[in-house]
């Protein structure tokens, strides 16, 4: 190649990083037989968090093909000292009108920890937001920090925590809650037919968290959830706040496994219902004003005060695989982590591990069972939920010395056979746990086959997955490998972030390293926005959440009490974004970008708006949260860079 068409940083040495090797100018090169022309304002998106020390570090610019020709970039630290520069690298695609070429800039070399901008010089004009580069677990552990307060915010129940975005004890009926019949709704699953039919049975499903920005509780994304904590937990055993909120969410889930009558409950509250069933998504509130409503049976807010419950099937029915695997993993999770402070905890969560397991219906009809109405949460796999429960269940017997491990070994393996021949793998998220099974199952079957896999299939399985992002990626101009115009963006990009990292950990393989960190600094402002989607991380972030708590007593400018470390879903198609959210008592609040409009950014089909009604772009979950969360667990150990 011949190098003087190779992009190159420049960098200051470490005795004066001001000094600068000047084997470019920082003032571009004469335009158009050399007049010099007035330098175009274009757009640089930078992950705005920070890259680690040792790893690939890339930025971009996007502008008009003319004005980015021309550019050059110089990189300033804190005291605006010039400490490197360049030229822009590659052409990565088009992205708009507006917008119609972006480049890349790498910044591999900045390699003396710091707070940096990036500017541009010559025919282009711009100025970054503030980028670090530091240790892994420096720029990326107070992250989990925040991702936990994020987490302590959506507390229910009597155990509330003060913060910065306090609320008052909520859902105490929960403690005595009627138990009602499965629902039924129309076809598009958006209005409940008739009214609700109570079974006679009460039960205590108080505590837990808040599932998004509404006040329903699903078992199906807590289990999730409760998983990435526990998983977490791993990296970072000395967190306590952790620790606490991994127990919070355990001690609820407890709450929804009947033991003596073999009854898992699958949710609290409903969210779908008609003129005669008023529903949580009917009223913007503080949660604990819930409590305060005078109602009677027969009322059409009596649902909203006293929440029904639904159990995944009859008292010792079997139960759709997909919960009763996550529940069973999530318990076996626990029983590793008490091993070796309290083995009798451990077995007993062990126990109760296996006898959710074992409820499983490995028959079961379609769809699958994970919330009422069904299409708030859609799912198709289940195997790889088994698998995760087989294979926590033959490392904590492991761990306890239990007899049972090989024949959960040999579970697992046949679940993970049935997961691979399958037609519906997908990638991490709230509905495709493979990633996190294969990577324990390995670790069980320690270089032995069972049921046709070992670690080679389960390994392949990862690198398919991660394969399938670079792929997406390489026809992106901002490298994303997630889809942004359909839900879930960022919580599918952090769940690659966290594969690789689970992949390179496993295998000693750092391929995907590179990629794993510019998904995460997509996910942090080096995408087309140039926004953050962590509330609170980085100059520019969303500051109108669709989440009753922060829009009632929080901030509306993004200053002072937000709800910090909530993930937010991110762009999603255009022609979803058709029509809003607004309710009498919400809080009007919308942000626009630092400059412009954010419409100046869409594209692809893909738009993003940070305002309170857009819950198809801004609403915050739990899901999203905690795997953001491990995604930076397993960065913050500063491995497979």
């Given at each position: 190649m011949n190098s003087s068409l190779t992009p190159r940083l420049l960098v200051g040495t470490a005795a004066g990083l001001g000094t600068l090797l000047l084997a470019v100018g920082l003032h571009g090169l004469p335009y158009g037989g050399g007049a010099t022309l007035a330098p175009t304002e274009v757009a640089?998106?930078?992950?705005?968090?920070?890259?680690?020390?040792?790893?690939?570090?890339?930025?971009?610019?996007?502008?008009?093909?003319?004005?980015?020709?021309?550019?050059?970039?110089?990189?300033?630290?804190?005291?605006?000292?010039?400490v490197a520069a360049g030229r822009l690298g590659a052409v990565t695609g088009?992205?708009?009108?507006?917008?119609?070429?972006?480049?890349?800039?790498?910044?591999?070399?900045l390699k003396t920890p710091g707070t940096y901008r990036l500017v541009l010089t010559g025919t282009a004009s711009g100025r970054s937001p503030a980028f670090r580069v530091a240790e892994a677990d420096e720029l990326m552990t107070p992250l989990v920090r925040d991702n936990v307060r994020f987490l302590q915010a959506q507390r229910d129940g009597a155990d509330v925590l003060p913060g910065a975005l306090r609320h008052g004890p909520s859902h105490l009926a929960d403690e005595d809650a009627t138990v009602y019949a499965h629902p039924e709704y129309d076809e598009e699953g958006t209005e409940l037919l008739g009214e609700l039919t109570p079974t006679g049975d009460r039960v205590d499903v108080s505590g837990g968290w808040f599932d998004a920005g509404d006040f329903l509780k699903f078992t199906g994304t807590t289990s999730y959830s409760v998983a990435e904590l526990l998983l977490a937990q791993r990296d970072l055993p000395g967190m306590a706040e952790l620790s606490d909120e991994a127990s919070h969410g355990l001690a609820w889930l407890d709450r929804m496994w009947d033991e003596d009558s073999e009854t898992l409950y699958v949710q609290v509250g409903i969210g779908a219902g008609n003129d005669a069933v008023r529903t949580d998504h009917d009223v913007w509130r503080l949660p604990e004003a819930?409590?305060?409503?005078?109602?009677?049976?027969?009322?059409?807010?009596?649902?909203?005060?006293?929440?029904?419950?639904?159990r995944a099937a009859d008292p010792g029915?079997?139960?759709?695989?997909?919960?009763?695997?996550?529940?069973?993993?999530?318990?076996?999770?626990?029983?590793?982590?008490?091993?070796?402070?309290?083995?009798?905890a451990a077995r007993a969560w062990l126990d109760k591990a296996a006898t959710v397991y074992e409820s499983a219906d490995t028959d079961p009809d379609e769809p699958l069972l994970t919330a009422f109405p069904e299409a708030f949460y859609p799912e198709d796999s289940w195997q790889d939920d088994m698998e995760f429960a087989g294979a926590e269940l033959a490392l904590a017997s492991r761990e306890l010395g239990d007899d049972r491990e090989g024949d959960w070994a040999d579970d697992a393996a046949g679940w993970a056979r049935a997961y691979l021949d399958s037609d519906v793998q997908g990638t991490l998220n709230v509905a495709d746990v493979s990633a996190l099974a294969h990577v324990d199952l390995a670790t069980v079957l320690d270089g032995t086959r069972t049921n046709g896999v070992g670690a080679e299939e389960l390994y392949e399985d990862l690198r398919r997955?991660?394969?399938?992002?670079?792929?997406?990626?390489?026809?992106?101009?901002?490298?994303?490998?997630?889809?942004?115009?359909?839900?879930?963006?960022?919580?599918?990009?952090?769940?690659?972030?966290?594969?690789?990292?689970?992949y390179a950990r496993a295998t000693g393989d750092t391929d995907y390293a590179a990629f794993a960190g510019r998904q995460r600094g997509w996910a942090l402002g080096a995408n087309p926005w140039g926004t953050s989607f962590v509330i609170g991380a980085g100059e520019v972030y969303p500051h109108c959440p669709e989440h009753q708590l922060a829009n009632l007593r929080g901030s509306l400018d993004g200053k002072g009490t937000i709800l910090r470390g909530a993930v937010v879903n991110g762009p999603n198609a255009a022609e979803k974004l058709e029509e809003l959210n607004g309710f009498p008592t919400m809080k009007k609040c919308t942000a626009a970008p630092p400059t412009g409009a954010w419409t100046d950014f869409d594209g692809k089909g893909a738009r993003y708006v940070d305002d309170v009604g857009a819950w198809q772009t801004v609403e915050p979950a739990l899901d999203f949260t905690t795997t953001a969360l491990l995604a930076f667990a397993l960065t913050a150990q500063g491995e497979g860079q």
């Open positions: 640089i998106r930078v992950d705005q968090v920070g890259y680690l020390l040792g790893e690939a570090k890339q930025a971009y610019v996007m502008g008009p093909t003319s004005a980015l020709a021309g550019a050059r970039f110089k990189v300033v630290d804190a005291e605006n000292k010039v088009r992205w708009n009108a507006e917008y119609p070429s972006v480049r890349t800039v790498d910044l591999s070399a819930d409590d305060r409503l005078d109602v009677s049976p027969g009322d059409p807010d009596y649902t909203i005060k006293h929440r029904p419950v639904f029915e079997p139960v759709s695989p997909n919960l009763a695997g996550r529940v069973a993993a999530v318990f076996a999770l626990a029983a590793q982590r008490a091993a070796d402070t309290d083995p009798e997955q991660l394969d399938d992002g670079v792929a997406r990626a390489g026809h992106d101009p901002f490298r994303a490998g997630a889809v942004y115009d359909d839900f879930d963006a960022v919580p599918h990009t952090f769940g690659l972030v966290a594969t690789a990292r689970l």
